[in-house]
């Protein structure tokens, strides 16, 4: 029974508009369909052989291939936000349904017609403005600006044109540190969503020239990790692979599911300074994790070929060469001193990431979606300000055992976005945005610092759409959220949002409750 007394099945809600047509498909045989020999996509329960349309496909083969053997529902929707042809040439390629449950639970249908809505809206502001919603040019104009300020500062580092000081070299690396990461906020970002221009082949090698040749890691790695688990899955422990993967020995401890130890009283301060390891992390679990596991956190990685491991490790060499060998054996830097101002550099991108990263979605104020907790069934209604926890909702999340808002009594309407049945996680346009906080709208310096992540909630609905264009969008999103009794939180600033994800850090780690197992 679902949320509200609704007598509809767990199956039925699952096969809601589907009509069973063709073969009945298990998704053991699904995901074994992952390559470009063979690709197979999901979508609401309708499977579609691909492998012929993958040379075809507008937004490049890439994007079919890391959604190959898996429910690409939410994928297909968030990518093709302003048309509905792409699922009417679909059909030539349908061959059957699937009946079983996949490791992930579904998400709800669009039932109450909040993201219909607000797709419908956008695209009338962009086609009334006449709005490139992919335009190329700020991108690359800012991707120029930065590269040339990070060969400043890789020269004077380095002394490559004159001697400089030793505080000035180690202020200079600071400053590379910011612009290593700041491509990767911007051009790398839009490119790996499809976002930067309208030719897959032009997004593609931006990203990897950001993301691979200038930072070292793997645009694949990170389309895994960002695109197919964290923007579907978004805040979801044991699916979201930005979450802790493991109930007990995690450094974090974000949600009450996760079991309680006595170094989490200290997670608020140690964890911001191991922040500054995530750059070198990523490199790592480029390797270990993505190609040799082929797992990516909870995300399963299609078959790693020979092409990915020859541009994995042809672009690390280079990456290796520019970084640290040519500043000792081209610019004769001391060993010590070249690696002294590398680690500089590489903590500050770290923690330039991390907490950009992490305020978004850690956060005191935002919505922990349990995909195993059966007394889940209704996504709570948040009641706190924009900017801070109201202690009443503080203390319902400790009673509740969850880590949301406070909750509403539940409806039986369909048309409520907050309505579930089942196993469902809510509407996934929902989900988006009371698992996100946005903050300083309207600031121009924020933005370009943050590579527009300041409006979290209008990525994650619009992710193919460029970041320049957010600032414009966002009061629409604003707008049709307060209509649809969608909870759309801002903060006043960036240190108002990093306020909210250490309160986070501080209460999960003090909060010794016990963590809910389930069998």
């Known amino acids: 029974m679902g949320a509200g007394g609704n007598e509809c099945t767990e199956k039925e809600v699952a096969m809601e508009g589907i009509e069973r047509k063709g073969k009945k498909l298990l998704w053991k045989e699904v995901r074994q369909h992952n390559t ?15 492998t012929e349309f993958l040379d075809r496909h507008p937004g490049g083969r890439d994007m079919l291939l890391i959604s190959a053997g898996r429910d690409a ?52 502001y962009l086609e009334d403005n006449k709005i490139d919603p992919k335009d190329i040019r700020p991108g690359l104009i800012k991707l120029a600006g ?27 690396a600071a400053v590379f540190g910011v612009f290593q990461a700041l491509p990767l906020l911007h051009a790398m970002h839009d490119a790996s969503h499809a976002s930067l221009g309208h030719a897959s082949w032009g997004w593609k090698a931006i990203g990897q020239l950001c993301m691979e040749w200038y930072a070292g ?29 493991a109930i007990d020995g995690d450094l974090r401890r974000l949600v009450p599911r996760q079991k309680w130890a006595n170094m989490y009283r200290y997670q608020a301060f140690y964890l911001p300074i191991l922040y500054g390891l995530l750059a070198l992390k990523f490199r790592i679990q480029d ?20 092409a990915h491991w020859v541009q994995l490790i042809t672009t690390k060499i280079f990456w290796m060469l520019w970084r640290l060998v040519a500043p000792i054996a081209f610019f004769h830097v001391p060993v010590l001193e070249t690696l002294v101002l590398f680690c500089i550099s590489e903590l500050v991108t770290g923690w330039y990431l991390a907490f950009n990263f992490q305020v978004s979605h850690i956060s005191e104020s935002i919505y922990f979606p349990d995909m195993f907790d059966d007394d889940m069934k209704t996504q709570p209604q948040p009641t706190s300000d924009d900017a801070k926890l109201s202690a009443t909702a503080s203390t319902t999340l400790r009673a509740r055992n969850v880590n949301s808002m406070a909750s509403k ?13 089942g196993n469902e996680l809510g509407e996934w346009a929902v989900v988006q ?47 049709t959220c307060d209509e649809f009794g969608v909870k759309y939180r801002i903060a006043p600033s960036f240190w108002a949002a990093f306020s909210l994800h250490l309160k986070l850090l501080w209460r999960m780690g003090q909060d010794g409750v016990a963590a809910s197992l389930h069998a």
């Open 36 to 50: 470009a020999s063979s690709c197979w996509l999901v979508m609401s329960n309708r499977v579609y052989d691909v």
């Open 73 to 124: 529902t939410t994928v297909f929707d968030a990518y093709h936000p302003f048309t509905d042809a792409p699922k009417q040439y679909l059909d030539k390629f349908y061959i059957g349904y699937i009946e079983d449950s996949d490791i992930f639970p579904p998400f709800s249908p669009d039932r109450s017609g909040f993201y219909a809505t607000l797709k419908q809206r956008v695209k009338q």
């Open 146 to 172: 930065m590269l040339a300020v990070a060969m400043m500062c890789y020269s004077v580092m380095h002394q490559i044109f004159g001697v400089a000081s030793w505080p000035v070299r180690i202020f200079a």
């Open 217 to 245: 890691a793997s645009l694949r790695s990170w389309q895994y990790q960002h695109v197919v688990g964290h923007h579907i899955y978004t805040n979801v422990m044991g699916a979201d692979p930005d979450m802790p993967v």
């Open 287 to 306: 390797f270990v994790d993505t190609h040799m596991s082929e797992t990516n956190g909870p995300i399963l990685v299609n078959p790693t070929t020979t």
């Open 409 to 421: 009594t539940p409806s039986a309407d369909k048309k409520d976005p907050h309505f579930k049945v």
């Open 433 to 479: 945005v009371e698992t996100s906080v946005d903050y300083s709208h309207g600031s121009a310096v924020t933005a370009y610092l943050a590579g527009a992540l300041n409006y979290q909630v209008v990525h994650h609905l619009f992710p193919c759409v460029s970041q320049y264009v957010y600032p414009a969008i966002a009061p629409i999103v604003k707008q």
